[in-house]
């Protein structure tokens, strides 16, 4: 391989700039020259393309976001849009392409692999954690610390005044973030998506800690009832319950990277590289403890990433 191309695409993560320094610089001593695309999918199709050197990675390792920039492109969902990205990676003698991103990024990686033979392998960046295949995605451990530490201070609050707070933490599908940010937390409940919630027996437990004793709701924004809004308001017509609510939001995303995921994004871009050379395509690398492991795209989104029972167990007994 001569040409290597690189992109972000849907949500930013951070330590995703420490993936694209890592996947540029392993490129240059493997001989190979480096082209980022700008704005994910939607920059393929338009054909911006640059090529990189050291000097385009300088002091990037601790920065937040992606300087390749993202997006979400309808156009690329079409058949249309896929050969119009495929004439640019000819037009640009691109031999590969390293998607980095979520389950949308790697289904439209699999399709420019499955329909016009491109070699491409994605990399997990996601502050969702939710991609099979791999045990942390780039971005999760910056988003729980970042979210861990919000929630400490509006415990700090909570406790002073005797309220219950709701808290709501991002991860639409998957209840990875609210799981690990409670327990970090004692929260006294946490409700995620994959696991159905007795509301009778939330509203016990907020009882049972008593009049003007602090109560920490984690809520995962794609739970049964609806995101941190929604439970209040079930909470307060149902049982007379104020909640003050707080949605973390998109705070969860920026942020200079934690030192994990700088070390998984720089462990990950250089195993990407190295598995284009290898000849290994429509795969996602991931990391397994200290492993790298290599999974089939279509398994990353159709393989389900369940979170562990004994977690909530130990939620449980510990609340």
């Known amino acids: ?36 695309v700008f704005n994910g999918f939607q920059g393929l199709m338009d054909g911006n393309y640059v090529s990189m050197n050291r000097k385009s990675t300088i002091n990037l390792i601790d920065q937040g976001g992606t300087i390749l920039k993202t997006s979400r492109s309808e156009e690329f969902r ?4 896929r050969q119009k990205a495929f004439e640019n990676l000819c037009k640009y003698d691109i031999d590969g392409l390293i998607t980095c991103g979520g389950d949308g990024t790697f289904h439209g990686a699999h399709a420019l692999s499955n329909e016009f033979g491109v070699k491409v392998v994605g990399t997990p960046g996601t502050i969702d954690n939710d991609l099979f295949g791999t045990y942390y995605t ?12 919000a929630i400490d201070r509006i415990r700090d609050t909570a406790d002073s005044h005797g ?4 808290i709501e ?23 995620v998506p994959e696991k159905a919630d ?9 009882e049972m800690m008593g009049d003007h004793t602090r109560t920490i709701i984690i809520v995962g924004e794609g739970g049964q009832y609806g995101g941190a ?17 707080t949605i973390l939001g998109h705070i969860q995303r920026g942020g200079s990277p934690t030192v994990k995921d700088r070390v998984l994004a720089s462990h990950l871009g250089m195993a990407s590289v190295d598995a284009l050379l290898s000849g290994k395509t429509d795969v996602m690398v991931g990391r397994i403890y200290h492993e790298i492991t ?8 159709e393989k389900k990433k369940n979170i562990q029972d004994y977690l909530f167990n130990l939620a449980d007994i510990l609340a």
């Not at 007795?198 to 437990?205: A, E, H, T, Y």
């Open 1 to 36: 391989m001569k040409k290597i191309a690189l992109l972000t695409s849907g949500g930013d993560a951070p330590g995703m700039n420490a993936h694209i320094r890592a996947i540029v610089r392993t490129c240059l001593a493997r001989g190979i020259e480096p082209v980022g």
């Open 78 to 81: 079409s058949k249309e849009g």
């Open 138 to 149: 780039i971005g999760y451990d910056t988003a729980i610390n970042t979210a861990t530490e």
């Open 163 to 166: 309220r219950v707070f709701i």
């Open 169 to 191: 933490v991002m991860g639409r599908h998957a209840g990875h973030i609210a799981i690990d940010v409670g327990i970090s937390c004692g929260a006294e409940y946490i409700m």
């Open 198 to 206: 007795d509301i009778l027996d939330l509203q016990k437990k907020i």
């Open 229 to 245: 809004n929604e439970l209040a308001v079930r909470l307060k017509i149902n049982f007379g319950i104020d909640a003050k609510t």
């Open 294 to 301: 290599y999974t089939p795209l279509v398994e990353t989104w």
